[in-house]
C-alpha cells in the first residue's frame, strides 16, 4: 500500500504545473501555461488544449454569427418569406448559440477540474482533431 502512494506521488505534477493548467482555463489565458510551463510538461498540455477548444468554439460562434447574417438581415428582406428566414436565424442565433456557450462553459470547467486534480483528462472529441493535427508534441 505504501508503494502505492509513491508512484502516485511520483506521477502527480508538480504544484507550479497544476496551478498554470488551471489558469490556462480561464478564458483568453490559455497563453499563459503555454508561455510559462516547462516544454512537454503538464501545464502546456492543458495549454494546448485549453487553446484548442477555445478556437473551435470561436470558429462555431463565427458560424454562427454568418449565418445570423444571411438568413436575419440579407434574406430576411425578402419580400414574403422574410419573416420565415428572420425566424430561423433568431432560433440558431439565441437557441444554438446559448447552448454552444454552455457547452463551451461546461467542457472548460470539466478540464480545469481535472488539471486541478492532476490528471492529463484529453476532451474526446477535441482530442482526436488534435491527434491528427499533431498537435500534442
Known amino acids: 500500500m505504501d508503494q502505492l502512494t509513491t508512484e502516485q506521488d511520483q506521477n502527480r505534477p508538480a504544484q507550479e504545473d ?51 447574417v444571411l438568413f436575419g438581415r440579407v434574406m430576411g428582406n425578402v419580400l414574403i418569406l422574410g419573416f420565415v428566414f428572420r425566424a430561423i436565424a433568431w432560433i440558431i442565433y439565441n437557441v444554438v448559440g446559448v447552448a454552444v456557450s454552455l457547452l463551451y462553459l461546461a467542457l472548460t470547467i470539466a478540464a480545469a477540474v481535472q488539471a486541478a486534480l492532476g490528471r492529463k483528462w484529453r476532451i474526446p472529441f477535441l482530442s482526436a482533431y488534435m491527434n491528427r493535427l499533431q498537435f500534442w508534441n
Open 18 to 68: 497544476t496551478v498554470l493548467a488551471v489558469i490556462g482555463y480561464l478564458p483568453m489565458m490559455f497563453f499563459i501555461p503555454l508561455l510559462a510551463g516547462k516544454p512537454d510538461s503538464f501545464a502546456r498540455f492543458h495549454g494546448k488544449q485549453s487553446l484548442f477548444l477555445f478556437a473551435g468554439f470561436a470558429v462555431l460562434w463565427v458560424a454562427i454569427w454568418i449565418v445570423d
